[in-house]
């Protein structure tokens, strides 16, 4: 087993739109990376990140959302890059259908595992018209959650049932959205979380959204401080990666040179 983060570009917004108590004059770069997980009984994607066609996907979204964009090499050019095997990918898995995160489906020919809650959102809700432009050609792969508990999440699904990733229904920023934990044979432990929080301040200090991004942005606030109390209380055990924090994937590497041997 290993993991690989694949940077795909980042975005520019305010600190202070970012958690609460941040600054106007600050400004941070959000990420938007995939993440690559090698497993001996298949591969995954967390997330995409930006797509080849990210100029049109943000002109898909709300003037109010929209920020300047930095983009880089997307994950399959990345991928591709390395000398890997695609055919090794068994799909991608949302932490949620947004689209800094479903963008880079647009040139990634593989399943999409998305639960039935998500799936539903990203049909019907405005914040999903762009994974419903890069989705359309994709196969489904919708998932569903047993009854155990995780790590206090209510519900959650045994990928490989080894123990090795595990996916979490959070809910609270979209109504199927998911944490996806990793442990590798070196106990060396991950939480995707997501958007529960953009930020690792957001977990350091227990921090919602400001007010008016909490209305714009989550389907559920309560469940999400919800979710931040049950991250935070996890962050001394692994690392805890806020999808939109730069910093969160410093330890994770990038793809080797040479994936092809």
Same mark, same amino acid.
């Given at each position: 087993?290993?993991?690989?983060?694949?940077?795909?570009?980042?975005?520019?917004?305010?600190?202070?739109?970012?958690?609460?108590?941040?600054?106007?004059?600050?400004?941070?770069?959000?990420?938007?990376?995939?993440?690559?997980?090698?497993?001996?009984q298949?591969?995954?994607?967390?997330?995409?990140?930006?797509?080849?066609?990210?100029a049109?996907?943000?002109?898909?979204?709300?003037?109010?959302?929209?920020?300047?964009?930095?983009?880089?090499?997307?994950?399959?050019?990345?991928?591709?890059?390395?000398?890997?095997?695609?055919?090794?990918?068994?799909?991608?898995?949302?932490?949620?259908?947004?689209w800094?995160?479903?963008?880079?489906?647009?040139?990634?020919?593989?399943?999409?595992w998305?639960?039935?809650a998500?799936?539903?959102?990203?049909?019907?809700?405005?914040?999903?018209?762009?994974?419903?432009?890069?989705?359309?050609?994709?196969?489904?792969?919708?998932?569903?959650? =047993?009854? %155990? $508990? *995780?790590? +206090?999440? @209510?519900?959650?699904?045994?990928?490989?049932?080894?123990?090795?990733?595990?996916?979490?229904?959070?809910?609270?920023?979209?109504?199927?959205?998911?944490?996806?934990?990793?442990?590798?044979?070196?106990?060396?432990?991950?939480?995707?979380?997501?958007?529960?929080?953009?930020?690792?301040?957001?977990?350091?200090?227990?921090?919602?959204?400001?007010?008016?991004?909490?209305?714009?942005?989550?389907?559920?606030?309560?469940?999400?401080?919800?979710?931040?109390?049950?991250?935070?209380?996890?962050?001394?055990?692994?690392?805890?990666?806020?999808?939109? =924090?730069? %910093? $969160? *994937?410093? +330890?994770? @590497?990038?793809?080797?040179a040479?994936?092809?041997?």
């Amino acid at each position: 087993m290993a993991i690989f983060q694949l940077p795909t570009g980042t975005y520019e917004t305010r600190a202070a739109f970012a958690v609460q108590g941040g600054s106007f004059r600050e400004k941070r770069n959000f990420a938007a990376t995939a993440v690559l997980l090698m497993h001996p009984q298949g591969d995954f994607l967390i997330d995409a990140g930006f797509g080849e066609h990210v100029a049109e996907h943000v002109k898909l979204l709300p003037r109010v959302v929209r920020a300047p964009h930095q983009a880089g090499s997307t994950a399959r050019q990345q991928l591709q890059r390395a000398g890997y095997d695609l055919e090794r990918l068994r799909g991608v898995i949302l932490t949620h259908s947004h689209w800094d995160h479903a963008g880079g489906l647009d040139s990634l020919p593989v399943p999409i595992w998305i639960n039935a809650a998500e799936r539903k959102y990203a049909a019907t809700d405005a914040a999903g018209k762009v994974f419903r432009v890069v989705s359309s050609d994709h196969g489904i792969h919708e998932y569903t959650f =047993d009854d %155990h $508990a *995780y790590l +206090g999440f @209510p519900k959650s699904l045994d990928v490989f049932g080894d123990g090795s990733m595990v996916i979490a229904l959070a809910g609270g920023h979209t109504t199927g959205s998911v944490v996806v934990f990793v442990t590798l044979p070196s106990s060396e432990r991950y939480a995707f979380i997501g958007d529960i929080t953009w930020q690792l301040d957001g977990i350091q200090r227990r921090l919602e959204r400001p007010w008016l991004l909490r209305k714009l942005a989550d389907s559920d606030a309560a469940q999400v401080r919800q979710g931040i109390l049950r991250v935070a209380s996890l962050n001394e055990l692994m690392h805890v990666i806020p999808a939109h =924090d730069v %910093h $969160a *994937y410093d +330890g994770i @590497p990038l793809l080797p040179a040479d994936m092809s041997q």
